[in-house]
């Protein structure tokens, strides 16, 4: 089975700080996509990276897919309250299944 | 918007009853998902659809079937309900012309108590 292993599970930082979400897997995946999840809502998309060592940006959060693309990572630079939600990471294991990593909870305090 | 609707959104029911979930779409999409979401789990895939009456098991689908006879709907049936799996249930639909963006329904508040 694969499996998506994120950490930390829990983040709570103040505002302003920066942080760094990992996404690991002892598997390749051919893409992996980032995304966040706000309470009572399913979640939507941030980002999809598809080539080894990739990096994308959007706006405060920087998103980065390893060489081996066995894994991923999200930072977050000077994070804001509105940055505070469940984050996961996603990829297609085989040709149909979709599986999620085990998400981390960011509080972002103001 | 995928145009997806989840029915019904919340449901409390008793140990050992039958339950289904129905997830409807819009949208034409080949590929349809169920997973549950508990905390510390994130999102478990329990059963997918890749076609009408072509499906197959996630991760967690034990205790869980799924029917597909149409493109538009996907069934969520937990034959007798146990108190493990009171969760939260999305559908979500694959949108491969979106570069294969998962987007989810609203989710499903089952209580089984």
């Known amino acids: 089975t694969q499996l998506l292993e994120q950490s930390p599970q829990f983040l709570s930082i103040q505002e302003g700080e920066n942080l760094t979400v990992y996404c690991n897997s002892s598997?390749?995946?051919?893409?992996l996509q980032w995304y966040r999840q706000e309470p009572g809502e399913g979640p939507v998309l941030l980002v999809t990276v598809v080539t080894g060592g990739e990096v994308k940006k959007l706006k405060r959060l920087t998103f980065q897919f390893g060489d081996a693309r066995k894994d991923s990572s999200l930072h977050i630079t000077a994070a804001q309250p509105g940055d505070t939600g469940l984050y996961l990471c996603?990829?297609?294991?085989?040709?149909?299944?979709?599986?999620f990593g085990t998400g981390t909870r960011l509080k972002v305090l103001a | 918007d995928a145009g997806i609707t989840q029915s019904p959104r919340h449901k409390v029911t008793e140990t050992g009853t039958p339950v289904t979930l129905r997830c409807h779409q819009t949208e034409n999409h080949r590929y349809m998902y169920w997973y549950r979401q508990d905390p510390g789990h994130g999102l478990r895939l329990i059963h997918y659809s890749y076609g009408v009456k072509d499906t197959d098991k996630g991760e967690v689908s034990d205790g869980y079937s799924v029917s597909r006879s149409k493109t538009e709907d996907f069934l969520l049936t937990l034959e007798s309900a146990t108190s493990s799996q009171t969760s939260v249930y999305f559908c979500?639909?694959?949108?491969?012309?979106?570069?294969?963006?998962?987007?989810f329904g609203e989710g499903s508040w089952l209580t089984v108590v």
């Open positions: 996603a990829g297609i294991s085989g040709t149909y299944k979709y599986i």
């Open positions: 598997s390749v995946f051919s893409s």
């Open positions: 979500a639909v694959r949108d491969i012309g979106s570069g294969n963006t998962i987007y």
